[in-house]
């Protein structure tokens, strides 16, 4: 058996619908209901789910417990991105980031890991990102909610490793989902006129997610590769491009990736 959150679209909803075809049993939240009746018409079990709010975490978790023995995996896909340079960027709009992409998936992990440790097996899988190893301007916030989950999911993986539970994280780069429209809209109404970001920001607009090529269906298929293998690597990536990238921000020193970021934003302001 199976849950996702985030189902309604993109990744969460390709999984959904991927971990139905392989034969799960498969459990489907997120906030808009009315977004997964194609899952529901497939035979998936859809619910409510707002993982910011600790009620419809339980009622979530209930639902499944009331219709389910057991649970296999977790896909927790439910997340966006925030955009907007860090002077720019409400408090409140931050706070709202970590409250989805960290403290809300962890609270709803922490409700189902009571679960996997009683029947000492499943798969927490957690939908980070590239950015989740880098950095880049006018996303501080959004790589830092994904910092934080890495580093999160690292920890939890030493710790529930003794009672048979495995913790992966996958981390895509541009994908081919709604992401980015709401992540464009952040930029805009986060950027004041009078913003001393504007050309850079104006830049990134004309530009800024035009290289998303990965499909949520691929991102899907990696984590089936991830969920059948048995030893899972700790960290997936989509491609080759994002492998590098990882592998780039890792291994230069912070100012060598200050100037390759650099020269990416000055090449954006050229255009």
């Not at 992401?179 to 930029?187: E, N, Q, R, T």
């Not at 899907?220 to 969920?227: F, H, K, N, V, Y």
Request: charge should be neutral; glycine fraction near 8%; aromatic fraction near 8%.
């Amino acid at each position: 058996m199976a849950i996702v959150t985030g189902a309604s679209s993109g990744i969460g909803k390709a999984t959904a619908l991927r971990l139905n075809d392989e034969g799960y049993q498969v459990f489907a939240g997120a906030r808009r209901v009315e977004k997964m009746n194609d899952l529901k018409q497939a035979g998936i079990l859809v619910h409510q789910l707002d993982v910011t709010k600790q009620d419809s975490n339980r009622a979530f978790v209930d639902f499944v417990e009331a219709n389910a023995t057991e649970i296999d995996i977790i896909v927790n896909s439910a997340g966006y991105g925030s955009q907007g340079a860090l002077e720019d960027v409400d408090p409140a709009e931050a706070k709202n980031q970590f409250d989805v992409n960290v403290f809300g998936l962890m609270a709803l992990t922490q409700m189902i890991l009571p679960i996997m440790r009683h029947q000492h097996s499943g798969k927490i899988i957690n939908i980070s990102s590239v950015g989740g190893q880098m950095y880049s301007p006018l996303a501080g916030w959004y790589y830092a909610s994904k910092h934080a989950l890495e580093a999160l999911s690292d920890t939890l993986r030493m710790e529930v490793k003794p009672f048979g539970i495995d913790v992966i994280i996958i981390e895509p780069g541009g994908t081919k989902t709604e992401w980015g429209s709401v992540a464009m809209d952040k930029l805009k109404a986060q950027t004041p006129a009078n913003s001393a970001y504007h050309d850079l920001v104006e830049a990134y607009e004309a530009g800024g997610f035009s290289g998303f090529t990965t499909t949520p269906e691929e991102i899907a298929a990696l984590i089936m590769r991830a969920i059948n293998a048995r030893r899972p690597k700790t960290r997936y990536q989509p491609n080759f491009g994002m492998k590098m990238l990882v592998i780039m921000a890792r291994k230069l020193s912070y100012k060598q990736f200050d100037k390759v970021m650099g020269r990416q934003m000055r090449g954006l302001t050229k255009h």
